[in-house]
């Protein structure tokens, strides 16, 4: 007897067009993600959340900081991903890097309260990884091993990351106020309550 699983069609690829539109559409939502936290002077996780905190630190622009911060887990994101992650994620991180060069000269908060800033932050930053991810990239970093994690043995990769990016918060607490902390803590379970809620393992087959 023949079971479902033998029966089901491959899953769709996306087209071109359709990856070129998801990645402009997750690299703008990032990058307006990033212009609130940075707004709120909060920190996030993963790589993009170093990123933001050596550019304050050292005073450098976020682009060139996220670009070399993600490096090292690209080798990783091909070794276990092959090229097709690897292209992705590269292409992934790119869009997100000229986006938010781009966004602060298009959009200037004017007042915004923290909190808002940490939540709505956080949420754009989570769709637009989501989006990346329902497309095979990613937003580099430790992006690429949580997702790896959930292929490899089903661990959520939205919890995965929930734990590494609150770690990498407490590690940077030092340097932060404690209302800075709390409420980047808070942007992390923003950011990962939407690929944990969204991206489930089986739940969505296009690539």
Known sequence: MTSPSQNA???PRHSLIEDILAFATGAAFAA???VFLKYAKLVTGGATGLSLLLSQWADLPFTWVFLA???PFYLFGFLTGGFRLFFKSVAGMLAVAAASRLMPELVELG????VVCAVVGGLLLGVGMLILVRHGGSLGGLNILSLYIQDRWGFSAG???LLVDAAIIGATAFSLSASAALLSLLSVFAINLVMITNHK???YQGY
Do not use: E, M, T
């Not at 007042?111 to 923290?114: H, I, L, N």
């Open 9 to 11: 069609k491959p899953a």
């Open 32 to 34: 307006l993600g990033i």
């Open 69 to 71: 911060v993600n490096l």
């Open 111 to 114: 007042r915004a309260d923290p």
């Open 159 to 161: 919890k995965s990351q």
């Open 201 to 203: 393992a089986g739940r």
